[in-house]
């Protein structure tokens, strides 16, 4: 909203039943008795030159999730409460902000900074929090008491709540001496879900807004931290945590996601996040701290900004059994040099990108163009069948194939000379044909060509190519002649 907007009276309307209606007052229009439920005209009547908006529900959504995003620096447990609300799971993170009051006035004062009217209410439980932070009065909210609030803190149907108030029942504690079973059959097993909602006699479990990793650390910081070197020594502290607990279950990471949270940070921008993949799994806090280095230049911080938190997460883990180490404490055998290997393509998926650095593996296929697939180095993989013996095939192939003009003598002898890319190359020796069909089904195959004789040949100036025939020398068919890939 602009900020001058703020000091005059403002609405958001949506139609309802061809009715223009207000949905959200600012505080200004609320204090002239403009409430949401009212009509523009009722509203206009209060304050005529009131200013009003069309609301945007998605675009509301959109940003009460961001702000859920952003409320991870306090734990990982946070979710949006449509449509105006955060919840946050506050369980074993209070202490890393100097308590629960602390942790409120910090996230309550971010979020007026940011131009957000907010307020915050913590207590046992999701509904106790939501009862208190929309009805409680701020003594309320440090107090945790919800006797004195009126029903409509349960989150109960408006219906419900008129009918509560036809019995004489008008705050949460009139509930405690009535018995359960003659409101259930009266209100339904609603109210009495809430009310055990509210004092922790049913769970209500919060459904993350992103899937928690279970291996996680997290680092706060009593003073921002700004210098490369800090940095670097504060992950790797987290790193030496992390692995440690990796090693407790037998798993090793595969992939990580560092999160830095900075000081003048949005509230409803995400925090700068850094991910590093592994070809296998790894838990040795010195590799990949090594991995992480040149990563950390990534992280940019503004004039008098530093980071406040960093949270390292293994998003994915595999199974990594204990290694065998020799006398001396250096990684014994062959274990050794493949951890060096599977570093190196590490280091060079970092500069290159996942898939720019692969290999190539046999694949059960006769068509030459499919008969390799490409792999991550690093994955385990059964042993391949051997090329067929005394076939040898060419290091390079052109994708596709790429038509030639050949003469051949007879209709299964190999070319006497081709045309490729309009240069004639008379053929000084030749071998073949050797016949490729494609696998039954796949129909014609990728080329559609069902049927192929391939044919090593040598030109006179000694360059040896592999050609191929499509088709047979028949009444109905005309054969055409392809290159596919030239011969060591």
């Known amino acids: 909203m602009p900020p001058e907007l703020r000091a005059r ?10 009715r ?66 955060v919840v946050i799971d506050l369980t074993g993170c209070a202490h890393l902000f100097g308590g629960e009051p602390a942790l409120a006035a910090d996230l309550t004062g971010r979020l007026r900074a940011a131009g957000f009217a907010a307020r915050a209410a913590i207590a046992d439980t999701p509904a106790a929090a939501w009862g208190l932070v929309r009805f409680g009065s701020p003594e309320q909210r440090r107090r945790e008491s919800l006797d004195d609030l009126p029903l409509a803190a349960l989150r109960l149907p408006a219906e419900t709540v008129e009918g509560l108030h036809a019995l004489g029942l008008r705050r949460i504690g009139d509930l405690h001496a009535m018995p359960r079973a003659g409101l259930a059959a009266r209100f339904g097993a609603g109210l009495m879900q809430r009310y055990d909602q509210a004092f922790g006699r049913l769970d209500e479990p919060i459904s993350p807004r992103r899937p928690v990793p279970d291996h996680r650390e997290r680092l706060t910081f009593a003073e921002p931290i700004a210098t490369p070197e800090s940095i670097a020594g504060a992950l790797r502290h987290l790193l030496g945590r992390l692995c440690k607990g990796l090693e407790a279950t037998g798993q090793g990471a595969r992939r990580l996601r560092l999160d830095a949270h900075r000081t003048d940070q949005r509230v409803d921008d995400d925090p700068q996040s850094l991910t590093l993949g592994t070809s296998r799994p790894v838990r040795d806090p010195a590799a990949l701290a090594r991995l992480f280095a040149p990563l950390l230049e990534r992280i940019e911080l503004g004039p008098g900004a530093g980071l406040e938190t960093l949270v390292l997460s293994a998003t994915e883990t595999g199974p990594l059994s204990a290694v065998q180490t020799a006398i001396d404490g250096e990684e014994a055998g062959d274990q050794g040099n493949d951890d060096q290997l599977a570093e190196l393509v590490d280091r060079l998926t970092l500069r290159l990108g996942e898939r720019a650095v692969l290999r190539l593996v046999p694949r059960e296929s006769w068509l030459p163009e499919r008969c390799v697939a490409p792999h991550p180095p690093m994955e385990r993989l ?19 194939p790429e038509p030639v003009e050949a003469t051949a003598p007879l209709p299964d002898d190999p070319p006497l000379l081709f045309v490729w890319r309009g240069v004639p190359h008379p053929v000084r020796r030749a071998e073949g044909p050797e016949r490729i069909e494609c696998e039954w089904w796949r ?21 040896r190519f592999w050609l191929f025939r499509a088709g047979l020398y028949r009444p109905d068919e005309t054969p055409r002649w392809f290159l596919h890939g030239f011969l060591a």
Do not use: M
């Open 9 to 18: 009276p403002f609405v958001l309307l949506r139609t309802e039943r061809q």
């Open 20 to 85: 223009r209606v207000v949905v959200a007052v600012n505080r200004a229009a609320a204090l002239l008795g403009i409430a949401p439920g009212n009509t523009l005209s009722d509203a206009r009547a209060l304050e005529p030159t009131l200013e009003a908006a069309e609301a945007t529900p998605e675009d509301d959504s959109a940003l009460l999730g961001r702000i859920a995003d952003w409320a991870r620096r306090y734990s990982p447990w946070t979710a949006a409460d449509e449509p105006d609300g």
């Open 382 to 400: 059964p042993p391949p069948k051997p090329w067929p013996a005394g076939q040898p095939r060419p290091l390079r192939l052109l994708t596709p």
């Open 443 to 463: 129909g014609q195959g990728s080329l559609g060509l069902a049927l192929r004789d391939y044919y090593r040949v040598e030109d006179d100036g000694g360059r």
